[in-house]
């Protein structure tokens, strides 16, 4: 069992690395992708130079400087100069390299291993019409290997290398061509399920946000009705609906600071998620918070009720070291058929907090002009 838990968790914590692997390569791209080059010719550099081919081991080594450029041209943000520094270095390294070896080195895979770049970053870089310049760059690069290969298939090369340097450059170039068609469209499927998941997570939050109130992470009205239209469908249920207003919440704001009065609301919303556990809860407006009490008769939920009352009245709120007492009055009101709208039940709650808000404060009001006794 342990084992099992234990590949599982592995599982997870490989796949949280290889997410976190995979935004930073699609974060970095050009980055990546420049000193991928760099690399590649800096292997080049050194077969060129073992082989007394000079002129690609002096091409090599200045695509390397390049490239070291390009790098401090991706921290400054000229992105767009990059783009076209490697398709242009490509580009004249396969014409100048297959002068010098011939077709047969397979120098010209690199000509192929530039077309996921450009399609990856052309299309992410490019916008509207601009993206057909990508259409012409992939007509151009076809169009450069058909006049290579027209020119050089049988022309004999300036430097004869040996075969197995010739198999190598092979190799080393049809890997760099399968190399990048993977790699890029590996970035790019990650990068498009990253950017669903991300629009997935924002309409989300836009739904919460517009059912929720930002301070309390209550129900809002617009989330709240629903909830009480719903449950009036199903004749089989019964509930009641408390109404709750804080007493003289104004005076709070006034006297401590309105940052004062958020904590007192978030202290209250605490108490009464913790008592009435199970049933939703409404941040009505300002200090006015609505409890729907599924499954309750009214004796049962005047017995809630009240419970909540005291705990509230005994448990002020603790603001920089200040105590802020605070107190709430609730009317109740019990769902009757024959009430067809959510808003008439909670308007007869509303109507009898407002009672007790006539009479004393600080009350639980179950009937008109019934409240039970401190």
């Known amino acids: 069992m342990d084992n099992a838990i234990e590949k599982k968790q ?28 760099c690399l590649v010719h800096s292997v080049l550099f050194t077969i060129f130079l073992a082989n007394g081919v000079t002129p690609l081991a002096v091409y090599n080594a200045l695509s390397v400087a390049i490239y070291i450029l390009c790098f401090f041209l991706c921290k400054s943000g ?3 100069a990059v783009y076209a520094a490697i398709i242009l270095e490509v580009t004249i390294y ?92 590996a970035m790019y499927i990650y ?5 669903v998941t991300i629009l997935e997570q924002k309409n989300k939050q836009l739904s919460a946000d517009a059912q929720e109130d930002a301070l309390t992470s209550l129900l809002n009205r617009r989330g709240f009705v629903p909830v009480v239209k719903n449950l009036m469908k199903d004749k089989s249920k019964h509930f009641c609906v408390a109404f709750c207003d804080l007493d003289n919440f104004k005076n709070v704001n006034d006297t401590y600071g ?48 009240e419970k909540l009352r005291k705990n509230i009245e005994s448990e002020p709120t603790v603001f920089f070291s200040k105590s802020i007492p605070i107190t709430v009055t609730i009317g109740l009101a019990e769902y009757k058929d024959g009430v067809k709208e959510p808003e ?28 039970i006794d401190n």
Not at 118 to 137: A, D, P, T
Not at 276 to 291: A, K, L, P, Y
């Open 10 to 37: 592995a599982g997870k914590d490989g796949m949280k690395l290889l997410d976190r692997t995979m935004q930073a390569l699609v974060g970095n791209a050009y980055e990546f992708t420049v000193g991928v080059m």
């Open 78 to 80: 000229r992105i767009l």
């Open 94 to 185: 396969t014409v100048v390299s297959s002068y010098y070896v011939g077709l047969r080195c397979g120098t010209y895979c690199f000509l192929f291993s530039i077309i996921p770049i450009i399609i990856y970053f052309g299309s992410s870089m490019f916008k509207g019409k601009q993206r057909w310049s990508v259409i012409m760059m992939l007509v151009l690069n076809f169009v450069t290997f058909a006049v290579l290969y027209a020119c050089f298939s049988e022309i004999q090369p300036v430097y004869i290398v040996s075969s197995f340097t010739r198999t190598f450059l092979v190799i080393f170039s049809a890997f760099a061509m399968v190399f990048a068609t993977m790699f890029y469209n």
């Open 191 to 195: 990068a498009s399920e990253h950017e």
């Open 258 to 305: 309105h940052d004062a009065g958020d904590e007192v609301l978030k202290h209250v919303t605490r108490l009464i998620k913790k008592e009435m556990q199970g049933f939703d809860i409404c941040r009505w407006g300002g200090e006015e918070i609505v409890i729907l009490m599924r499954n309750q008769s009214l004796d049962s939920a005047k017995a809630k009720a």
């Open 344 to 371: 008439d039940v909670i308007k007869v709650a509303d109507g009898r907090m407002y009672y007790g808000k006539q009479h004393g404060k600080n009350v639980v009001v179950f009937e008109d002009g019934q409240q």
